[in-house]
Each structure stands twice: as C-alpha cells, then as structure tokens.
C-alpha cells in the first residue's frame, strides 16, 4: 500500500473539473511559480500522510453533492510528483465508478522509463486534466517557474495522441503572461491540439502573499496588480475561449 502526503481536502469544489469534484491537494511541488498562491505546499514533508483507502473514504462521504458529473480531482502542489499513490487511488476510484481528474503543470512529465509506463497506466483511469500553460515562451517560462516548458509540451503532444480530454489553464499576470505577442502564440499551440475541451484565462491575484510572509519567504510580486477586466476580455479573446466554453462533461 502506497501512503501520499496529502496537504488538505476540500469537499465541495465547483471550479476544478465537471461538476462537482472532491478535491485532493496533495503537498510537494517542483515549480516555483512567481504567482504561486500556495507556497505552503510546495514540501511534501510537509503534508499529512494518507493511504489510498483513506482518501477514498473522506470523498465517499461527500458523494451524495456529485451528482452525474462530479467525482474526485487531485490537485496540488504537483500531483504528478506522487505518481505510484495517484495510480493506486484513481484505479480503485474506478472501480467504485468515481470520475477522476488531475490538476497539473506537467513538471515531472517524461516520455522515458518506468515513470513513463506508470503515466500510461494512470491515464487509462483518469478521465480528464486540468493542464496549465505557464508560459508559452521557453525563456520566460523557466524565469516563470525555474524549469523550461520541452517536457510540458510532450505531454500536452502525449495526450492529444492518446485523445485525452483536458482543459486548459493560463494565468494572466501583468508583465509576464498579459503579453498579446505571447498570447497568440499560446493560441497558436493551442490550435494545434485535438483534445481540447475548454479554455480558462485565470487572472493573477496576490491573495496569496499573506502565506509567503508567514513562511519568511519573498514575495517577488508583491507589487503587481491585477489585470484590468479589459485585459482579461482581451486574453478570452485572443485564446478563443468562447470556443470550448459552451463543453460540459
């Protein structure tokens, strides 16, 4: 038996897949995302330990809110950096008949080895990703995050090949991401992709800098605004996401 570290659960989730899902944060993350709003997750030391049974049981309790289109989604942190708990969770989350979804950065993906053959593996019992595009620019992404986006971009290539539904996510942050130079690009890859069933444009907030205080950590964006609702507009725009927004699963 396989234990995660599990920073929280939230029982009512209405944003993070269809329906109404079961969220799963699990603790540890690769990135460091300048926007991060959640930096108390990125050690997985940090989380709670929990097996695949007892994840199971505190969703199973929440159950009778899903209706047809809810189910459990796991989020992070990362949750691709525990990919040997999140196989064992979704595969009996399958055969109990829950719908499951990631929330993911792809930071850890890799097209090579035994942590390749488990992601096949996972993808045959999970329904659909929420993936983010962190930045479309391979230099800007790794001054982003601290990693470059090759990796990110052969999942994304992975599971439009194996016809995986996702939907994307793109946080709009003034100077780094609200760029329409960069924005069209990110459109551009998008329309190359077969798998795509909605477009999210997420507006950059500093909520989040309260917990970087606490943890004694700088906050880099500490003085950045929030973009205008006319930027925003913009982005939806650029990224066509009236497109994909009329997709309920």
Request: aromatic share 10%.
């Amino acid at each position: 038996m396989t234990k995660g570290f599990v920073h929280q659960f939230e029982s009512f989730g209405s944003v993070d897949g269809p329906g109404v899902r079961f969220i799963v944060f699990l603790s540890g993350c690769n990135y460091r995302c300048k926007y991060c709003h959640n930096p108390d997750t990125w050690k997985m030391s940090d989380g709670h330990e929990y097996s695949a049974d007892d994840v199971l049981k505190e969703a199973l309790s929440c159950r009778a809110y899903w209706g047809k289109k809810g189910g459990i989604t796991v989020s992070g942190g990362e949750p691709l950096l525990q990919i040997d708990f999140l196989l064992e969770l979704f595969s009996k989350a399958k055969e109990l008949g829950i719908s499951t979804c990631i929330d993911t950065a792809g930071g850890p993906f890799t097209d090579e080895g035994e942590w390749f053959g488990k992601f096949k593996k996972l993808m045959e019992v999970t329904d659909i990703l929420l993936v983010d595009i962190k930045h479309i620019d391979e230099d800007e992404h790794k001054k982003l995050v601290g990693h470059g986006r090759a990796n990110v971009e052969k999942m994304f290539r992975y599971l439009d090949e194996i016809h995986k539904d996702i939907w994307i996510r793109h946080v709009l942050v003034p100077d780094i991401t609200d760029n329409d130079e960069y924005l069209l690009r990110t459109r551009d890859f998008i329309r190359t992709l077969h798998n795509v069933k909605r477009v999210e444009i997420l507006p950059y907030h500093g909520l989040g800098a309260v917990k970087y205080k606490d943890l004694g950590i700088d906050y880099v964006l500490k003085d950045t605004e929030s973009p205008s609702q006319e930027r925003v507009e913009n982005a939806r725009k650029i990224l066509e996401c009236d497109k994909y927004d009329g997709w309920r699963a």
